[in-house]
């Protein structure tokens, strides 16, 4: 399993912005997938948007097409998570994960959320609140 950190959570006004970053910091990441996942408390966690390693393919849930962008810089080994218009339901821990076992992003997405807890890092922490 590739080690990733995640940054770049914070509180943020509704209507606001936020770009979380994910770095793979022991080796290079341009032939793995990575996908945004995030959990509100008491929810179920939910796959937010994935992004391929081979050809930049991405992937958007419902909740977030139009507002979130997911990109990628393998020569920093880091995918980032542009968030515009942030609604108060988007407040969650927000993670980052790798995978390269998935046929498409949208599988990704729609399947590895159900990993179990302990397969995720800590995560980073958005709020959305005025």
């Known amino acids: 399993q590739v080690q990733l950190v995640e940054s770049g959570g914070g509180l943020v006004q509704p209507g606001g912005s936020l770009k979380l970053s994910c770095v793979n910091s022991?080796?290079?990441?341009?032939?793995?997938?990575i996908g945004w996942f995030r959990q509100a408390p008491g929810k179920e966690r939910e796959g937010v948007s994935c992004?391929?390693?081979?050809?930049?393919?991405?992937f958007y849930s419902d909740s977030v097409k139009g507002r979130f962008t997911i990109s990628r810089n393998n020569t920093k080994n880091t995918v980032y998570l542009q968030m515009n218009s942030l609604k108060p339901e988007g407040t969650a821990v927000y993670y980052c994960?790798?995978?390269?076992?998935?046929?498409?992003?949208?599988?990704?997405?729609?399947?590895?959320?159900?990993?179990?807890?302990?397969?995720w890092g800590q995560g980073t922490q958005v709020t959305v609140s005025s």
């Open positions: 994960a790798s995978a390269a076992a998935f046929s498409t992003v949208q599988a990704m997405c729609n399947i590895l959320r159900w990993a179990p807890d302990n397969y």
């Open positions: 022991q080796f290079p990441s341009d032939g793995y997938a």
């Open positions: 992004i391929s390693g081979s050809d930049s393919t991405t």
